[in-house]
């Protein structure tokens, strides 16, 4: 009932830019992290960035100048703007979030999202 569903994913060229987005939908309370994470073809999943129910934000180093996380809290949602795209960028991207949900009240969650496809390619 509760999830998070990404959307914004595609081929963009070199240099370009994409936004991905990841909304939560169910019955929330509130969320208090989320999370972008990235996995490519025969590598670990690695952690893009994150965002605080404050608005804090830590980044990878490879990402860090190029990509900046938002949340519209009223939209239980997280943004990812990613700019100055490179082919290094192109892989599975997947949202996180600890989330509280309301049913059952006030239990507190983790989620994934079913992840977005971003290939960066000319």
């Known amino acids: 009932q509760v999830q998070l569903v990404e959307s914004g994913g595609g081929l963009v060229q070199p240099g370009g830019s994409l936004r991905l987005s990841c909304a939560a939908s169910g019955a929330i309370v509130r969320i208090n992290t989320m999370g972008w994470y990235r996995q490519a073809p025969g590598k670990q999943r690695e952690l893009v960035g994150g965002i605080t129910s404050g608005g804090s934000t830590n980044y990878a180093d490879s990402v860090k100048g190029r990509f900046t996380i938002s949340r519209d809290n009223a939209k239980n949602t997280v943004y990812l703007q990613m700019n100055s795209l490179k082919p290094d960028d192109t892989a599975v991207y997947y949202c996180?979030?600890?989330?509280?949900?309301?049913?059952?009240?006030?239990?507190?969650?983790?989620?994934w999202g079913q992840g977005t496809l971003v290939t960066v390619s000319s």
């Open positions: 996180n979030a600890g989330l509280i949900v309301a049913d059952p009240s006030y239990k507190t969650l983790e989620l």
